[in-house]
């Protein structure tokens, strides 16, 4: 009687605490559908997003502009950034195709690049680089993809939740610089469930080994290509620290506006090297598919053999069945 009446109380109040949760939390659920969004994003657009960026930074009295360039395939990677610095103008390049990765730079107007680092991919492993930050800032948390961050063995998820219909993912981070342990990030993710989860908005608190403490705030806005792909159209980045009176308040505000679009045809020679005059690593030999005018050659040179073929053929044929004449 008693386990009846314990069990009888215990479904009461269950049913008083779902009367105040969250409609339709899953947290386990919620993620999983999450992870699968992600993975169809990346899978299916992100790999042919093409984008430039215009980006304006200022921090106290000092600004600096950068333009960027990023062409994605599902093999290939680019990003072209032009630097400024006082009056020097630097074209930073960085690139990733099937068997190497590079950077290099070259001081504006020169022509002349000059390469500060090439790295062979290891095939064993199936090794890619992955620049995500540029095409894809509503789907990345410093510079690491939503799907691997989550699982990333220095995050910990604290708690799932939903807002305003934001799913909210609330996190631990451990920043380490050379292997160490260097920040603590701790905050919220604010993710759309209509739009493949990507980041609307985040709210991060920053502590360093020193702790001494800074708050970042981010907002994506982004808009929509034909097949209802969220593409990013603009960032908006607030730094604060805290004052002498022990407040944050904002020291540096960064804003982003990108025009993104789906790549169609794209050249896979300027992920190389040799495009921008350098010699190709050693080992790497590309075997390009022949161009078009190389196949149209080749068939019209086989049609005429064959209609060569086809006439000599016809001809014999008829001399075999002309009936000689005899003469009288």
């Known amino acids: 009687m008693k386990s009846i009446l314990l069990y009888t109380l215990q479904s009461c109040i269950l049913m008083v605490l779902g009367c105040f949760s969250v409609p339709g939390l899953s947290s386990a659920n919620d993620l999983d559908t999450a992870k699968v ?3 169809k994003y990346f899978a299916d657009y992100e790999p042919n997003i093409q984008s430039t960026s215009d980006e304006q930074i200022t921090s106290g009295t000092r600004t600096q502009r950068n333009i960027r360039q990023c062409i994605q395939t599902k093999l290939n990677s680019l990003i072209i950034a032009t630097m400024g610095y006082a009056e020097d103008k630097y074209l930073e390049v960085y690139g990733i195709n099937q068997y190497y990765s590079f950077s290099l730079a070259q001081k504006i107007p020169s022509k002349e690049a000059v390469l500060i680092n090439t790295k062979l991919m290891d095939s064993t492993k199936q090794e890619r680089p992955k620049y995500y930050s540029i095409t894809s800032p509503h789907f ?6 939503l799907p691997e961050f989550v699982n990333h063995p220095d995050v910990t998820v604290v708690e799932l939740e939903q807002d305003n219909g934001y799913f909210v993912i609330n996190f631990s981070y451990i920043y380490r610089y050379r292997g160490h342990p260097y920040r603590t990030h ?4 604010f993710l759309d469930p209509t739009n493949f989860y990507c980041i609307n ?3 991060v608190t920053i502590v360093d080994n020193k702790s001494s403490a800074e708050e970042v705030v981010v907002e994506t806005n982004y808009t929509y290509s034909t097949d209802d ?3 990013i159209q603009l960032k908006k980045s607030t730094a604060k620290n805290k004052d002498s009176t022990n407040q944050f308040s904002v020291y540096g505000e960064t804003v982003t506006n ?4 789906i790549a169609q045809d794209i050249d896979p020679k300027q992920f190389r090297l040799s495009h921008y005059g350098l010699p190709e690593p050693e080992g790497v030999v590309w075997r390009d598919p022949r161009p078009l005018w190389h196949w149209l050659l080749g068939g019209v040179i086989l049609t005429s053999l064959l209609a060569i073929l086809f006439r000599v053929w016809a001809k014999r044929a008829r001399l075999k069945t002309v009936t000689p004449t005899t003469v009288e």
């Open 229 to 231: 792909v969220p593409l």
């Open 186 to 189: 701790q905050g919220k993710l």
């Open 258 to 261: 990108y025009d993104a679009k």
């Open 201 to 203: 908005r985040s709210l």
């Open 140 to 145: 990345t948390y410093e510079n690491i993809s």
């Open 37 to 39: 969004q992600w993975h």
